[in-house]
């Protein structure tokens, strides 16, 4: 249903461009979302945006270096990455999930990894 | 921010046992509190939303409990495929918010 792309690896200060195609569910109906798993580690909510793009939050970790976007005409999803550092480095997930109103099914695509290492 | 405590870290556990396990919030959680397992290289799968209610296609040996700021995911009998991680979340207050897991072993 979800599958992220542009993952890769960058130098630190760089930037790079995540995005996420949806289909077979009604992407615009959906709250989206970037979610970050950090090497052996757990799972760290990173951006969401609502359905109809209006309401936008981050995470204080990439406030003012990230920025979250949507086409629902086009079912895809971005995430702009800038000034990266290596803490930034993990496997980014795309997920389409409520916090008001909680759906019985959530959407997640299986991610893409992002190094950030000279 | 709502931190959120799982324990134990590592569960280790025969199929067919019952396993419980714990999530405590630093404040209570106002709104969704969900249960995820995770499986190496796959993507989070939502088990149960709203601290109690299963996700679609969930089976019933999964079941959640609890409000405020202490939940609990059962697995009433474990299946060789429920071994993996587990992560609370909470969906009531900016940031959202992840327990840091509790892995679920074999004994």
């Known amino acids: 249903h979800l599958v992220e792309s542009g993952g890769g690896l960058v130098k630190p200060g760089g930037s790079l461009t995540l995005s996420c195609a949806g289909s077979?569910?009604?992407?615009?109906?959906?709250?989206m979302n970037w979610v970050r798993q950090a090497p052996g580690k757990g799972l760290e909510w990173v951006s969401s945006?609502?359905?109809?793009?209006?309401?936008?939050i981050y995470s204080d970790s990439v406030k003012g270096r990230f920025s979250i976007s949507r086409d629902n005409a086009k079912n895809s999803l971005d995430l702009q990455m800038n000034s990266l550092r290596a803490e930034d480095t993990a496997v980014y997930y795309c997920?389409?999930?409520?916090?008001?109103?909680?759906?019985?099914?959530?959407?997640w695509g299986p991610g893409t990894l992002v190094t950030v290492s000279s | 921010e709502i931190v959120l405590t799982q324990s134990p870290a590592t569960l280790s556990m025969s199929p067919g046992e019952r396993a419980t396990l714990s999530c405590r919030a630093s404040?209570?959680?106002?709104?969704?509190l969900v249960w995820y397992q995770q499986k190496p290289g796959q993507a989070p799968r939502l088990l149960i939303y709203?601290?109690?209610n299963r996700a679609t296609g969930i089976p019933a040996r999964f079941s959640g409990s609890g409000s405020g700021t202490d939940f609990t995911l059962t697995i009433s009998s474990l299946e060789p495929g429920d071994f993996a991680v587990y992560y609370c979340?909470?969906?009531?207050?900016?940031?959202?918010?992840f327990g840091g897991g509790t892995k679920v072993e074999i004994k």
């Open positions: 945006i609502s359905g109809d793009g209006i309401y936008i």
């Open positions: 997920a389409g999930f409520e916090t008001i109103s909680v759906r019985p099914v959530d959407y």
């Open positions: 404040q209570s959680v106002s709104g969704s």
């Open positions: 709203d601290a109690s």
């Open positions: 077979g569910f009604t992407f615009s109906s959906y709250s």
């Open positions: 979340q909470q969906r009531g207050n900016w940031p959202l918010t």
